[in-house]
């Protein structure tokens, strides 16, 4: 078999033959398995259960994430206090602005539990002592006049009491009845709106009042427009029965002098007048002036 010549396009190409060409495929094709292999145990050798997880993680830990990490880190590692700082230690301890001295590593701080424990420099009273003073107080302004059935203290208060039972329930029964009467009543001073009151009577619209006749309106009018309208009126008695009867009565020419409307125009009547109050033309015969030049003609025998 004629060996066959390949040239490369460089121009200081040497010619190959068949036999090199082929040797030359055969390398490749062996170089092309090995790497197909090398990259198919690359791959098998970092499969693992978690790698979905892990390719996630890598894809959302960008520069900006790990940047803020880094300087979480710096700062933790930092001092945060300065230099001449005191720890947050309780020293002393004191009452009042006294201080105590621990006993045993303890510091007891009294309480006072009673009332008889804290001085009373407000002088509030006792209940015994304030039921005293009202009762002196009492008996201070009580009416001190002579025995003749005045009372002047409280003892005989209660005893008027007892020996005017029934004055006395009369007049409790008065206080109660008075008690009753003003319950929920208010006082004098209390003052409402209109809006607040329930069960108002209606009160109707305001009313428009016209100040002259009108033959359409239907307002009331004011009575000096009532009588200007009516001032130089004739009053219903000064006119003839006939002329306020419905059927009014009716005459004809004669009967009042007049001439009848018949007479207009016509022969032995009377002639119309026209919007000047004149004579129409149509009403007289004049000559003409060709008709009087003629007659002039013929009278100086022309």
């Keep these: 078999m004629a060996s066959m010549r390949l040239m490369s396009t460089a121009a200081d190409s040497k010619p190959i033959n068949l036999e090199d060409l082929k040797t030359l495929v055969e390398l490749l094709s062996g170089a092309f398995a090995t790497l197909e292999a090398v ?73 006072p539990t009673k009332v008889s424990q804290i001085a009373n420099d407000s002088g509030f009273q006792t209940s015994a002592q304030v039921l005293s003073a009202i009762n002196a107080q009492i008996d201070a302004f009580a009416q001190k006049v002579t025995d003749n059935d005045t009372i002047d203290t409280i003892k005989e208060v209660i005893d008027y009491i007892a020996e005017h039972e029934g004055e006395a329930t009369e007049m409790m029964s008065a206080i109660t009845k008075l008690q009753t009467d003003v319950a929920g009543k208010a006082p004098a001073s209390h003052k409402h709106s209109y809006n607040d009151l329930t069960d108002k009577p209606s009160i109707p619209p305001a009313v428009t009042v016209d100040s002259q006749l009108n033959g359409t309106s239907a307002n009331p009018v004011q009575n000096k427009a009532v009588y200007s309208a009516l001032a130089g009126k004739l009053n219903t008695t000064d006119v003839q029965a006939w002329a ?7 005459y004809n020419a004669t009967e009042v002098g007049a001439i009848p409307t018949t007479a207009k125009g016509a022969a032995s009547g009377v002639a119309e007048l026209d919007a000047n109050s004149k004579l129409p033309s149509t009403r007289y015969d004049f000559a003409t002036t060709a008709e009087v030049t003629a007659m002039v003609a013929e009278v100086l025998g022309a």
């Design 39 to 111: 990259n198919t145990l690359s791959g098998s050798s970092h499969t693992h259960s978690n790698k979905t997880v892990l390719d996630a993680t890598n894809a959302s830990f960008t520069s900006t994430l790990k940047g803020n990490y880094d300087a979480a880190y710096t700062h933790s590692t930092s001092a945060h206090a300065p230099s001449g700082a005191q720890a947050n230690v309780i020293e002393s301890v004191k009452v009042n602005g006294t201080a105590l001295v621990p006993t045993s590593k303890a510091v007891d701080v009294t309480v």
């Design 244 to 250: 306020k009867a419905a059927s009014k009565p009716t």
